[in-house]
């Protein structure tokens, strides 16, 4: 079990280069599979479901390697087989893989996925889709058994914008004979980068950015060479890091326009932020309460950006008000922020964060990946030390992590 020791109480100051976007670069990977091919993925970012998705390819015959933020995958000998257990359990964006087996095999069989504990994950929405694409599926709570080896396009509206059940019915549409159009999909970019991959891979794919999505199906696909975008919520964290320690950061490879809805939030509590293409410079002299703070389907104020921009809200001045839309229990930061001296009252779906003068050090443990990334926001404003525990949530979606903030002047250090 890893562990973070950090002591706080200095602003963050230098450049951060963002990485390749672990939401992203994973449907991208499980993409791969569709289409019997040789891939070359740039910027590709060293974390951990990273590695967890090669371990998937590989148990299903793919040959999947790096070469530093290079990936090299190669899905021809590809055979039809259940992704172990183990490997589900790991990671809950293995559930990418479905649409992508579907697409392939005309079967997948997978066990219900793991992940986060951000409250309820169902899968329904996807197996919503693939049944009226014709897939016969089945689904007992542990374990999704689908075949359609005759799927057919059709058209799909979605009760909610899932990202998940957007990227999974792209996926197998891809084999559906004839047109297929998914009505209310998920516009985040990631879904415009997963667009943008398949098309380079000759798939007909029209919509991207909008919530009509329309794939004319059975085309033939080829291996590709493809850069992934930069990482939003990776920068959202380094944001809200600035903000916390009242710092100046240069974010170096972040797409400003990917992050409009945190940008205006900060500016909104008092940072200067400064966007160029490529670059978004942060600075952060004072910062007062924002609110209400209410996440939503993109582009509104991200999910993942919840629980760091609330750890920089607990030193601002005044009160800011939380709301958490997408997930149904996803405060489970909270406990350790107030362990830090943070005054936070908390439902599942609700914060009132009243601002406090300052944070003091303290031992936690991290309960998700941006919770955990909360507590390392918190500790690095607090006076004193920090222990950080369970930091394999960190790893998982922020790449050099401690490296990076060690360069930008915080003390910390995995021990
Ligand atoms: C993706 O998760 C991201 N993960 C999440 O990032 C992100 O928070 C989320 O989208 C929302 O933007 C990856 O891309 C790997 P959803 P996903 O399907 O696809 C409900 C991180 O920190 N729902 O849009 O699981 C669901 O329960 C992670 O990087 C159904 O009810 O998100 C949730 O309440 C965390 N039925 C809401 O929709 C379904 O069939 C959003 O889920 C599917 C989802």
Redesign the pocket.
């Known amino acids: 079990m890893g562990a973070y020791r950090i002591i706080g109480g200095r602003p963050l100051e230098g450049a951060v280069a963002i990485h390749g976007a ?2 992203s670069v ?2 991208i990977l499980a993409a791969t599979l569709v289409c019997g091919g040789q891939y070359t993925i740039d910027n590709c970012p060293e974390i951990s479901d990273v590695e967890t998705a090669f371990e998937i390819l590989r148990s299903l015959g793919c040959t999947a390697r790096r070469e530093g933020a290079r990936a090299f995958v190669d899905t021809g000998a590809a055979e039809e087989r259940e992704i172990p257990e183990e490997l589900m359990r790991k990671m ?2 293995a ?2 893989f479905l649409g992508a087996l579907l697409a392939r095999f005309g079967t997948a069989r997978l066990s219900a996925p793991g ?2 504990v ?11 889709g693939l049944r009226l694409m014709g897939a016969d599926c089945e689904y007992d709570g542990e374990t999704l058994r689908c075949k359609g080896d005759r799927l057919r396009g059709c058209t799909v509206a979605l009760p ?6 957007t ?1 999974n019915l792209l996926l197998a549409a891809l084999a559906c004979e004839g047109e297929t159009t998914i009505c209310n999909a ?1 516009r ?1 970019p ?1 879904i415009g980068d997963l667009i943008g991959f398949l098309c380079a891979c000759g798939a007909k794919i029209d919509g991207a950015g909008t919530s009509v999505l329309r794939v004319d199906g059975g085309k033939p696909l080829h291996g590709t060479k493809y850069t992934v975008m930069p990482d939003r ?1 990776e920068a959202a964290t380094y944001l809200a890091a600035a903000a916390a320690t009242r710092g100046r950061l240069v974010l170096q490879g972040a797409e400003p326009a990917h992050l409009r809805a945190v940008t205006e939030t900060l500016e909104r509590g008092g940072c200067e932020i400064a966007r160029r293409p490529g670059e978004i410079i942060v600075r952060c002299d004072r910062l007062t309460a924002v609110s209400p703070i209410i996440t939503a ?2 582009d509104g104020f ?3 950006a919840q629980a760091p921009v609330m750890a920089a809200m607990a030193t601002a001045e005044g009160v800011s008000v939380f709301e958490e839309t ?3 229990d996803r405060m489970r930061h909270v406990p350790a922020l107030r362990a830090m001296g943070a005054r936070i009252t908390a439902t599942e779906r609700h914060a009132v964060v009243t601002g406090v003068r300052g944070l003091h050090g303290a031992e936690v443990e991290a309960t ?3 919770g955990g990334a909360a507590m390392v926001i918190a500790a690095l404003r607090a006076e004193g030390e920090s222990r950080i525990t369970k930091t394999e949530h960190m790893e998982r ?1 922020y790449a050099s992590f401690v490296r990076s903030l060690r360069a930008c002047g915080a003390q910390i250090e995995s021990t």
């Open positions: 672990k939401n994973l449907p809950r964006a559930i990418i992940g986060c951000l409250g309820q994950r169902p899968i329904d929405l996807h197996i919503l909610f914008p899932s990202v998940g059940a990227e998920a985040e990631e919520m389907p993109y991200p999910t993942d997408i997930f149904s998700d990946l941006r979606g």
